[in-house]
Every structure is written in C-alpha cells, then in structure tokens.
C-alpha cells in the first residue's frame, strides 16, 4: 500500500484561506511539537457535548454560542478569562429566563487566534499591508514585517488555548471550547486517537466557516472524520444541495447532537435563503441543531472605514430566523454571537450612536456585541415577541 494511500484524505484535498507559510523552515518542526503535545481537550468531554447537543436537537434544550471575533494574546490572564465566562453565563441565564428553557453554554475560546479574510491585504494608515489573520498567523501591527504570517505562532496559540481552557472545569454550569478550524497545520497535529476513535483535541466543538465549507475540500474532509460534534456555518451563497451535501459528508449516520448549522445570511436575505436550505435538510433526514449568526450577515463600513453592525439588524435576523424555521417544522436551536466582556463600544444600538464607535473599540478584527446589547437582544427576540 503507498504512503499516498495511508495518508489522512484531508492531506489531498485543496484547503482554502491557508497562511503562505509553507516553505518556512519552522513549519515542520512545529507541527512535530504539536503532534507530541497533550490533547487539550478528551474525546469524553467533546461526547458529552454531543449529548447535550442532541438535546437540543429534540427541543429539550437551547445553545448560546458566543466570545470574541477573535481572541488575543494579550488577553490570557485568569482574570480576562473569568470575565468572559462570567459573560457567557449571565447572558446563558438571561436567555435560559426568557426561553424557559436550559442553554448549553459554548464558547467562542480557547483557540479563536485564527481568521479567514475576504482580501490578502487591508489598507492601514494609508499603507496596504498583508491582511491580518488572527494572533496564530501574523500580528496586528501596522508594519509589514509584523504581518509577515509565522507559524511557529502556532505553538503560541496553543500555549494561550490550554491556559483559557484550564479555567473551564471551575463553573457553575458545564462551558465548552469551540472555535473556527482554520488552520490545518495546527488542526491536524492535533488529532488524536482515543478508544478507537479519532478526534480533533483542539476543541469540543470545532466549526467551519462559510469560507471553508466546501464538500469536496480539505476542511470538511478533516472534521468528517473526527468523533467530535461538528458545525458549519451556513452562507448566502449556499445553496440547498450544497447543505445537503455537508450534511451527508459531515453527518452520514444522521445522528442527533453531531451536526450543528449555523445561519450567518443577513437580514434582507435570511427569509428567502434560508427557507429552500432548512426544508431540503429536513427531507434529507439530518437531525442538524440550527443556530442563528445574526452578526457576520450584517456587517457594513462606514465611510471612515470602521466596521460596525447595527443591534436592530441582528434582532431582526434572530426573529426571522426563529418564525421562519418555526414554519418549516424545525427548532431554533439558540444563538451564535460575537460577543465581548467588556464595555465596548463596537456595535450600534442600545444607546451607542455612530459617533460613539470611536471611544472603546476594541476588536481585533470584527465589531463585538457588548454584555448589554446582547441582553438586549435576547429581550427583544424572546421577550417582546
């Protein structure tokens, strides 16, 4: 038999959004460190979760999946970490509140130092540099040897990873890891086998993104054979055979609690995209969990370049979304955010205008809800209905 023959089926396979690292002397040598480095998280855990996810395939239960665009390196400390637990969970409880309802808890940590990007360059004070592509890849400072990607940031991000899960164990409600599996060359070192099984250990719940989601593609095909419960963003440009298509790669057995789709379409195109999707999933018989992204579908410029979504956009998609799968005999599964700690000043609405961007803006790459918007959301989706 070849080497070809035993390789893993994602090595063959194009991958998309992909760092121009290939020929850096140091890209081996990491990957070897990582494929020698402790799982971050067990098959056990990432089976619980499916468990739980199942649960809210049949309606027991509800998902608030939520954290920042992207996180940071300079974010690690016990107490950054602690406040956006807390977050999650006061915004988990609120929701449980109004849904009446339990809420698995998922968060959008733990290995979120990766983004893909609509463009290999971005303007910055005048200056077209290389794109900034997440803490794993390349900084976010306006220079270009600061953009130039480096993998060995890879053992970084996996350093940061295991010190913001090691405070998952001490909370009140059960919290998971998710993040967008982006990178292949930190995702695969990071497979295990455990009883049998192959699992991705970088996270219990790792998703693709609308950008990565193709059937025939290397993405897919790595988390097609992983044990963990697995999700994939569902975009504007995905049509119904395409999603049945990733429901049959990435969900086979039809089992409930393993797939999860997430809707990130917009709010002018929610209803009319998204309906031929949820009733072609359906009779294809895939028990997926259906999350609303009412963030990423609603992102727009202003003329000064700065990125903002406004809070009225996303409830209104986040209700759509709920009527319309309501409609065609599925469950609105819960909510997946871009959601910060702090304070911030990001997105509009809820008392922040446009001029008030400026003051507290802090993302390293999209705009985040702030704690009080996204209760405010959770108050007009559930509360007001």
């Not at 077209?128 to 390349?138: E, I, S, T």
């Not at 990873?161 to 059960?174: C, M």
């Not at 705009?367 to 509360?383: E, I, M």
């Amino acid at each position: 038999m070849t080497d070809v023959a035993l390789s893993p089926p994602w090595t063959r396979l194009p991958a998309a959004q992909q760092p121009g690292w290939a020929d850096h002397p140091s890209l081996p040598g990491v990957r070897d460190r990582l494929a020698e480095a402790r799982p971050l998280v067990g098959l056990d855990t990432a089976l619980r979760l499916a468990d739980e996810l199942a649960a809210v395939a049949a309606g027991e239960a509800l998902v608030l999946q939520a954290g920042d665009c992207a996180e940071s390196f300079d974010e690690l400390s016990p107490a950054h970490t602690e406040a956006k637990l807390d977050v999650l969970d006061a915004v988990a409880d609120r929701m449980a509140e109004l849904a009446g309802r339990p809420v698995v808890r998922i968060g959008r940590l733990g290995g979120q130092f990766a983004k893909p990007r609509s463009a290999p360059t971005e303007v910055v004070d005048g200056r077209v540099l290389p794109a900034f592509r997440g803490h794993a890849v390349n900084s976010a400072g306006p220079d270009p040897a600061e953009r130039r990607p480096d993998p060995r940031r890879l053992l970084c991000a996996y350093t940061a990873s295991d010190l913001v899960l090691s405070r998952l164990t001490r909370r009140p409600h059960p919290l998971w890891a998710s993040h967008e599996a982006l990178l292949l060359d930190y995702e695969a070192p990071l497979v295990r086998f455990e009883n049998g099984r192959r699992y991705l250990s970088s996270a219990h719940l790792p998703w693709l993104g609308y950008r990565t989601s193709q059937p025939d593609h290397a993405h897919v095909a790595l988390l097609a054979g992983m044990a963990n419960p697995v999700a994939v963003k569902i975009g504007p440009s995905t049509t119904p055979e395409q999603a049945v298509r990733l429901c049959a790669v990435l969900d086979p057995d039809r089992r409930p609690g393993r797939l999860t789709l997430i809707a990130r379409l917009g709010r002018a195109q929610v209803r009319t995209r998204l309906a031929p999707v949820v009733t072609a999933v359906l009779a294809a018989g895939h028990p997926a969990v259906w999350l609303c992204d009412p963030s990423h579908g609603n992102t727009f410029s202003l003329d000064n370049g700065v990125k903002t979504r406004r809070l009225a956009d996303m409830v209104a998609e986040a209700r759509t979304f709920h009527d319309l799968l309501t409609e065609c005999g599925a469950r609105p599964g819960g909510l997946h955010l871009e959601l910060a700690a702090d304070d911030v000043t990001e997105c509009v609405g809820g008392g922040i205008e446009e001029a008030d961007l400026r003051l507290r803006y802090r993302s390293l790459c999209d705009p985040r809800l702030n704690p009080g918007q996204a209760l405010l959301l959770l108050d007009r989706l559930f509360h007001e209905r």
